[in-house]
């Protein structure tokens, strides 16, 4: 059974950092392009960041591009993403992927406030 579990949301105050975590079990992300998504209340889900398979490539959404970091560890398959800087816009549920997959998990929130 495919599973993809998120961690590590939580309510951090502007200026602050966060990692998330994700998860995978029932097949290798070694061979997976892996992404994280986020989708902030009445608005559409949005790409965030994406690393390759091949290579380990890394982009980033403009919003984020120097203060998040996606990472893949093909031993322990997980995926993370270092989020710096964070700013009240960057509210939004966090949705680990496998999107060439079809492989989402279930988010976790993420609120910037002070």
């Known amino acids: 059974q495919v599973q993809l579990v998120e961690s590590g949301g939580g309510l951090v105050q502007p200026g602050g950092s966060l990692r998330l975590s994700c998860a995978a079990s029932?097949?290798?992300?070694?061979?997976?392009?892996m992404s994280w998504y986020r989708q902030a209340p009445g608005k559409e889900r949005e790409w965030v960041a994406t690393?390759?398979?091949?290579?380990?490539?890394?982009n980033y959404a403009d919003s984020v591009k120097g203060r998040f970091t996606i990472s893949r560890n093909n031993a322990k398959n997980t995926v993370d993403l270092q989020m710096n800087s964070l700013k009240p816009e960057d509210t939004a549920v966090y949705y680990c992927?496998?999107?060439?997959?079809?492989?989402w998990g279930q988010g976790t929130q993420v609120t910037v406030s002070s």
């Open positions: 992927s496998a999107p060439f997959r079809g492989y």
């Open positions: 029932g097949f290798s992300i070694s061979t997976s392009t």
């Open positions: 690393v390759a398979a091949v290579a380990g490539r890394t």
